[in-house]
């Protein structure tokens, strides 16, 4: 069981708008403005879309937001595209103790 | 370009041992805290390790803490985990990647061990 819960699997058409929600605790998301996205396609290595809550690295869409209110966080994409079809991970900072936890991953399909 | 290439993968016993390596370029890897994340087959990601610019702090998750010792060496822009008293639960893809004081900004595309006798 991860420490961060994500619904496994979330779907939408091209064009349309899609969240993805990650839940944690006060111990993690509720306390700390360290929340990540990560895009992963299967056999790959995982991807930076969103750091520090809503902060989009150089060279990732617009399309790709970050969001939080109290112990959950939010990821949006807007305007699917089928090459948006992969997993989602989201990662909090956990305190000194924990350091890093990691949602189980959600699986997109662009329909 | 920032590019990190992890090695040393392979399958091992359990309670045998291995020592991944995680070779770094196109960036100022002395100025980087770095992590380890892995992947068990068909499973998330769970942060492993990370380890401060100098080396003066490292963090442990507690299923790896005793087993596990994370290093690097500057002067060679290389990152290291030691892999000891290695378990069947052990077995994932190792992801190398820059960060680990906010967010893992680029990784590696990974080594995979596997535990199994």
């Known amino acids: 069981q991860s420490a961060l819960t994500q619904p496994a699997s979330v779907s939408g058409s091209p064009g349309q708008s899609i969240t993805i929600s990650c839940t944690g605790t006060?111990?993690?998301?509720?306390?700390?403005?360290?929340v990540s996205w990560y895009q992963q396609y299967p056999g790959k290595a995982p991807k930076l879309m969103i750091y520090?809550?809503?902060k989009r690295p150089s060279g990732v869409s617009n399309r790709f937001s970050g969001s939080k209110s109290g112990n959950t966080a939010s990821l949006t994409i807007s305007g699917l595209q089928a090459e948006d079809e992969a997993d989602y991970y989201c990662?909090?900072?956990?305190?000194?103790?924990?350091?890093?936890?990691f949602g189980g991953g959600t699986k997109l399909t662009v329909l | 370009e920032v590019q990190l290439v992890e090695s040393g993968g392979g399958l091992v016993q359990p309670g045998g041992s291995l020592r991944l390596s995680c070779a770094a370029s196109?960036?100022?890897?002395?100025?980087?805290?770095m992590s380890w994340v892995r992947q068990a087959p068909g499973k998330g990601l769970e942060w492993v390790a990370n380890?401060?610019?100098?080396?003066?702090?490292?963090n442990y998750v507690d299923s790896v803490k005793g087993r596990f010792t994370l290093s690097r060496d500057n002067a060679k822009n290389s990152l290291y985990l030691q892999l000891n008293s290695l378990r069947a639960e052990d077995t994932a893809v190792y992801y190398c990647?820059?960060?680990?004081?906010?967010?893992?900004?680029?990784w590696g595309q990974g080594t995979l061990v596997t535990v199994s006798s």
């Open positions: 990662c909090s900072y956990a305190g000194s103790s924990t350091k890093w936890v």
């Open positions: 006060s111990s993690d998301i509720g306390s700390y403005n360290l």
């Open positions: 380890i401060k610019q100098d080396g003066s702090e490292k």
């Open positions: 520090e809550g809503s």
């Open positions: 990647a820059r960060g680990g004081s906010s967010h893992f900004s680029y």
């Open positions: 196109g960036f100022t890897f002395s100025n980087s805290w």
